[in-house]
């Protein structure tokens, strides 16, 4: 059965080899970010145990807003190196080394001895993880039909929440079952995706419409992905740098903020443990236990969320939902840090959190590939989604910044958690942004890929 023939949907309009690549770069964005959110859960504990007996909890904080901000750093990095590569040598083939990269790195992280290799590890980590993206985007954009693109874009982008709340899952069953260098096997499970490489290199070709742009490009004496013609021409260039700050306020707002909830949720659950007299075992087994709860639920909402952004997006337009989900997402993470007070809480509050904060990663995947022609698809893709990651490394010591500062005129523990609260709420004025710029972006909806 032909595509023509079979119109059951943005699923049915795919044929077999289209599903094939819809499947693969899926799977390669959702290991993408189980690997991250593995990294989330054991960052503390990590520097906890390579900082050495007695470790004070305050420096050990202060360095995983360091390796956190390390990471992003690396992610950025990643994505400017191999979105450019993804133009112009391939997005398969680059999507294969980008997934090797990472894999490899995470297994070398559990094998750390200082917090200095710790943090090398993590910015080779995070050069493999930022490449996938962009790639995965381009390659399936380039691949799919134009009538199945949005949906299949949308649902790639959501299954990183699937891969976030596998990540808490591990978490859970780790800190349930007490394992004896919990860190150390979060890490080694993250490095399991290597073996998907192999199934990308071997069964996926380059799109069709890629090697057309590259021949062109070659025929007109030019190599694709060069950031020169990104920017020298005056519409990709607008749409690259406004694309970015509507990436920036996401990005920024998710590594800012919304990865720092599993912190305060482990010190609010370890505090209260603590006022029940329970030893430190049970404290630090019932705090790693709630932050993968945590963890859990947020990404629960945001696998809904992202489907929800998806539908709104194709029925009323790219900038209109940006605008709704944006609002929503100020609005509703100031509610959470500042009422999130228990275990009941988490439930409900964390799945509401990132319903919110995570929909508009959806918009990412749909819109910004359609506001660059092929043989800048990767690169423009790569460039928005991570250059602000330059200033999302910034987030974690900013709200690391801003919590220190009020936290040093408190005298308790719940007011230093208040602190916390405090400052998170004031970052989100950074989704703001994402709003701001709205107005000056093109409507995309219905309308076909930009071609060289």
């Known amino acids: 059965m032909t595509i023509s023939e079979n119109q059951g949907g943005w699923w049915g309009r795919m044929n077999k080899y289209q599903r094939l690549v819809f499947i693969v770069a899926t799977l390669a964005w959702m290991f993408d970010c189980l690997d991250q959110q593995l990294f989330n859960l054991a960052r ?46 391939g997005r398969a083939k680059m999507l294969g080394v980008t997934v090797l990269l990472y894999s490899v790195a995470t297994g070398l992280s559990a094998l750390s001895k200082s917090p200095f290799d710790f943090g090398v590890y993590r910015f080779i980590t995070g050069l493999g993880v930022g490449g996938v993206f962009g790639l995965a985007v381009a390659l399936v954009s ?38 004896k260098n919990y860190w150390q096997w979060l890490f080694v499970i ?51 740098l406004l694309g970015m700050l509507l990436s920036c306020a996401g990005v920024v707002g998710l590594w800012g903020i919304g990865v720092f909830s599993s912190d305060m949720v482990g010190d609010i659950i370890a505090n209260s443990l603590k006022k029940q007299g329970m030893d430190e075992a049970k404290i630090a087994s019932g705090k790693q236990m709630w932050m993968s709860i945590n963890l859990l639920c947020f990404n629960v909402g945001a696998f ?38 228990s275990t009941t809480d988490v439930l409900w509050m964390a799945p509401l959190m990132g319903f919110f904060q995570l929909s508009v990663f959806a918009g990412f995947s749909i819109y910004l590939a359609e506001l660059f022609p092929t043989s800048l698809r990767s690169t423009g893709v790569s460039f928005c989604y991570n250059v ?65």
């Open 142 to 179: 380039d691949t799919l039909p134009n009538e199945s693109r949005p949906r299949a874009l949308g649902v790639l982008q959501s299954f990183s929440a699937v891969g976030n709340v596998a990540a808490g899952l591990i978490g859970l069953g780790l800190a349930y079952f007490a394992v």
């Open 304 to 341: 809904l969320g992202m489907l929800a952004f998806t539908r709104v997006a194709v029925k009323i337009g790219r900038r209109k939902a940006f605008a709704i989900f944006y609002t929503c997402a100020a609005i509703v993470t100031v509610f959470v840090f500042q009422k999130i007070n």
């Open 44 to 89: 503390v504990p990590a520097l906890t145990h390579l900082c050495g007996p007695g470790a004070d909890p305050a420096i050990v904080k202060k360095l995983a807003g360091i390796m956190t901000s390390v990471f992003v750093l690396g992610w950025a990095t990643g994505g400017m190196i191999f979105g450019s590569l993804g133009d112009r040598y």
């Open 388 to 452: 602000g990651r330059y200033l999302a490394a910034a987030g974690p010591l900013t709200l690391g910044l801003l919590a220190g500062n009020m936290a040093a005129k408190a005298s308790t523990v719940e007011a230093k958690i208040d602190a916390f609260r405090d400052a998170a709420s004031w970052m989100c004025l950074i989704f703001l942004v994402g709003v701001a710029v709205l107005p000056f972006l093109p409507e995309t909806k219905d309308k076909p890929l930009p071609q060289d």
């Open 190 to 240: 993250g490095a399991l995706p290597a073996l998907l490489t192999a199934s990308i290199q071997m069964r996926l070709k380059e799109p069709d419409a890629w090697i057309a742009a590259r021949d062109k490009a070659a025929a007109q004496g030019k190599k694709a992905g060069s950031y020169k013609d990104l920017f020298f021409h005056p519409v990709w260039r607008k749409h690259a």
